[in-house]
């Protein structure tokens, strides 16, 4: 399977401070992308990071891909209680879209 | 404001029951997928179309099948429902590659039981 795996399963944290998670995934890429999920919606874009590009910023969000370990990390920085979700990466190749299991980020007020 | 929208946001079926779940999108997007969305299972493709009438196998296609008739609009179709179809189905679309954003735009959802 090429899905990613992502690392934690769960996450809780207090406003404020940071969350980081990781994805692993299996073969070569040509994209890397975050999506988040709100608690039984569809998932939601977040950020695009190609696989010739080692870091990404926007807004809060900071993203990192490491090709040579098939690693690739989220940062959200302050966090606040909207961004509890769920966090899953995306690889992308030959037009097809392989999801991870996700991450369940709980920011408590 | 782009669009993937899903007909039905919750559905109860009986087993053996035909289902239909419809997609539809107005962002003139080539790609169309359905997934199934499991606890601890992540997103799994079942089928995706890059075209009208073309359709491709995803990762667990069996029991299901697809139709697209019109660039718009994509079906999932349960020929005879099971209770180990009873899951959270979302449909997504996308630009082809070299025609803009290869990003992924999702309906809500369609959250089926199977009884």
């Known amino acids: 399977s090429q899905q990613g795996e992502e690392d934690p399963q769960a996450l809780s944290i207090q406003e404020g401070e940071n969350a980081t998670m990781n994805c692993s995934y299996k073969?070569?890429?040509?994209?890397l992308q975050w999506y988040r999920q709100n608690s039984g919606r569809g998932l939601v874009h977040l950020i695009l990071?190609?696989?010739?590009?080692r870091e990404k910023h926007s807004g809060r969000l900071r993203v990192t891909l490491d090709t040579s370990k098939k690693s690739s990390s989220l940062l959200i920085t302050a966090s606040r209680a909207a961004d509890t979700a769920s966090y899953f990466c995306?690889?992308?190749?030959?037009?097809?879209?392989?999801f991870g299991s996700g991450t369940k980020l709980n920011v408590k007020p | 404001d782009v669009k993937v929208t899903q007909s039905s946001r919750y559905l109860v079926k009986r087993t053996g029951e035909k289902v239909f779940l419809e997609c539809v999108q107005d962002m003139d997007h080539e790609n169309m997928f359905w997934y199934r969305q499991d606890p601890g299972l992540g997103l799994r493709l079942i089928y995706f179309s890059y075209d009208v009438k073309m359709k491709e196998k995803g990762d667990i296609p069996e029991g299901y099948s697809v139709s697209r008739e019109k660039k718009e609009r994509f079906s999932l179709i349960l020929e005879s429902a099971s209770t180990n179809q009873t899951s959270m189905y979302l449909c997504a679309s996308s630009s082809s590659p070299g025609t803009g954003a290869r990003e992924l735009f999702f309906g809500e959802g369609s959250r089926l039981t199977v009884l």
């Open positions: 990071i190609r696989s010739n590009e």
């Open positions: 073969t070569s890429i040509n994209n």
């Open positions: 995306a690889t992308y190749n030959f037009n097809k879209f392989y």
